[in-house]
Structures are given as structure tokens and as C-alpha cells.
């Protein structure tokens, strides 16, 4: 009877012991395609928190109007492209365009980073905004803004811009 005993405490004690767990090897995820020649052999990785930072950084400053802080986030050979199609190849001409944009905000919504290729640096952030202009006659008129920013050594090398008016 001892032995049956002992043998029914064997037995459970095996049975209430987790399995070992399994190694699972890691696989890098890596999604979509692009168009360009020369980067078909890429693939979309998951970029890193750091450039959705200074993007965010950067909205902190452009909502404070601080010009001065909003040009250290930008390289100086940059490149932004703005919703209705104007292309500034200087801070400080942006800036000018910026300036005599003084109606209307925006709330900052939600960003991700993305990158073609994790070896190599730079990552491309995509930043959505919902804005609101007032018009000539005073109405409100909403928006929906993408933007997309490549970013290299916490460094804002190019800007795209997008808008969609929103009823």
C-alpha cells in the first residue's frame, strides 16, 4: 500500500509539472514591397521609438510657434513638400510659410516608424494629424493630414506632407 502510495505521488507530481517550453526561433518579420528598382530586394521592417520621438518633439514646437527650436530637427540640406504641392529647400523659407499660416490647429493622432533597411540607418515616420482651418467668411473647415518624414541620425531629412478635407 505505501509502494501504490508513493507511486500516486510520482505520477501527480509529473503531472501537474509544466512542459518544458519549446524554442521557437526568432524570425525577422519583414512585410510589403517597393516600387523603386533599386529597392525591390526590401522589404518594410518595424522601425524603432526614437525618430517617432522627435517627430513628436518636433509638433511640441511647431504648436509653440519656436521656430528656432522646430529648425535643429531638420538637416540643412532638407526638403519639405507641403499639402498643396510648395517646395522648400531652406528652414528658414518654410518658415516664412508657416508664419503666415495663423489660423486654424491641429491635435497630433497617432505615428509609426517603418524601415527599408534595419543595417543601414533612417526611418521613414508616418504622423497623422486632424486639423482645422477658419476660411475668408469664418467657417471651420476639418482635415485629415498625413505626413511623412525620413528621418536619419535624429535628423529630419525630408518632410511630405498630405491633406484631405473631411465633411
Known amino acids: 500500500m505505501k509502494n501504490l502510495h508513493l507511486l500516486s505521488i510520482i505520477i501527480l507530481a509529473f503531472a501537474c509539472t509544466p512542459p518544458a517550453p519549446t524554442v ?28 517617432i520621438d522627435l517627430v513628436k518633439a518636433l509638433d511640441k514646437a511647431w504648436v509653440a510657434r519656436d521656430y528656432a527650436a522646430m529648425k535643429n530637427y531638420f538637416v540643412d540640406t532638407l526638403r519639405i513638400t507641403t499639402y498643396n504641392g510648395k517646395v522648400f529647400t ?27 533597411n534595419p543595417a543601414l540607418g533612417g526611418e521613414h515616420v508616418q504622423a497623422f494629424f486632424n486639423s482645422f ?35
Open 24 to 51: 521557437v526561433e526568432s524570425v525577422e518579420r519583414s512585410i510589403g514591397f517597393h516600387s523603386n528598382d533599386e529597392l525591390k530586394e526590401f522589404k518594410w521592417h518595424l522601425g524603432t521609438q526614437d525618430p
Open 90 to 116: 531652406s528652414f528658414e523659407d518654410f518658415q516664412i510659410n508657416v508664419t503666415e499660416d495663423t489660423t486654424g490647429g491641429w491635435t497630433f493622432d497617432r505615428a509609426y516608424s517603418v524601415d527599408l
Open 133 to 167: 482651418d477658419i476660411n475668408p467668411e469664418g467657417d471651420t473647415i476639418k482635415y485629415k493630414i498625413y505626413e511623412s518624414y525620413y528621418v536619419v541620425n535624429n535628423k529630419i531629412v525630408w518632410l511630405d506632407q498630405f491633406r484631405q478635407e473631411t465633411k
